[in-house]
């Protein structure tokens, strides 16, 4: 059996503008702003910090910390049965055609299906259900005992290198090589990932993205 057909081969696929055509996290904060939950003001400086982040001018952490910050004192199963009536009506819709077909020739090879997001744990919980993976590699939110959110993530976040770092400890908890792993992305601060594994897959990249993945000779796919 060659290393690209065992069983312990794994395939990752960021969610973001990859398995979904949306920025879920965009959408979210716009669907808060909807509901009452947060104000303009922070819808504003939410998404003012995604764009940014999309072009890779801020740091990442940094701001995340301040908009993670403001779920603090938030029961986690609150949190779970939002993100669960948002998953339904504004994520599920966008799956992208080309997920489903891709996520199935891994799934027939026997490999793993593992999704390695920047998103919360409770929209990864989701979207392995969806689109039947085994398991979810994303930012954890630390709770204290009564299960309310401390308003912090853990380091390092996942996200750029940190998706690597985060990777690395999960293959390393369940005994995986990461030899012969793909991964699947849009983003260009998804690089060092896209670096790390033996086989990059850039899905309707970014324009920054797509002029590395023609420098490097990466495949290209549209799932569109
Ligand atoms: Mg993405």
Redo the contacts with the bound molecule.
């Keep these: 059996m060659s290393k690209n057909s065992t069983p312990e081969t794994v395939a990752f696929f960021?969610?973001?503008?990859?398995l979904i055509s949306i920025?879920s996290g965009f959408d979210y904060a716009m669907y808060e702003l909807k509901q009452g939950r947060i104000s303009w003001l922070q819808f504003l400086r939410a998404t003012g910090w995604m764009s940014l982040y999309h072009l890779s001018l801020i740091d990442m952490p940094r701001v995340f910390g301040e908009a993670v910050r403001h779920y603090r004192g938030i029961h986690v199963d609150e949190l779970r049965e939002i993100t669960a009536d948002f998953f339904e009506k504004h994520v599920t819709p966008t799956i992208q055609p080309g997920a489903r077909r891709t996520l199935e020739e891994h799934r027939e090879k026997g490999h793993q299906l593992v999704l390695l997001t920047a998103s919360s744990p409770y929209m990864s919980e989701l979207a392995v259900d969806a689109l039947d993976l085994d398991d979810w590699i994303a930012n954890r939110f630390p709770t204290d005992e009564r299960g309310l959110l401390r308003g912090c993530f853990e380091r390092p976040m996942c996200y750029g290198p940190g998706k690597v770092h985060r990777a690395r400890y999960w293959a390393r908890r369940r005994g995986v090589d990461l030899e012969g792993a793909y991964f699947y992305?849009?983003?260009y601060t998804?690089l060092p990932m896209l670096k790390r594994v033996d086989h990059p897959r850039v899905v309707n990249p970014d324009p920054r993205l797509r002029r590395e993945a023609l420098r490097q000779g990466w495949p290209i796919e549209d799932w569109s």
């Design positions: 960021d969610l973001d503008r990859t920025n992305t849009d983003s998804d």
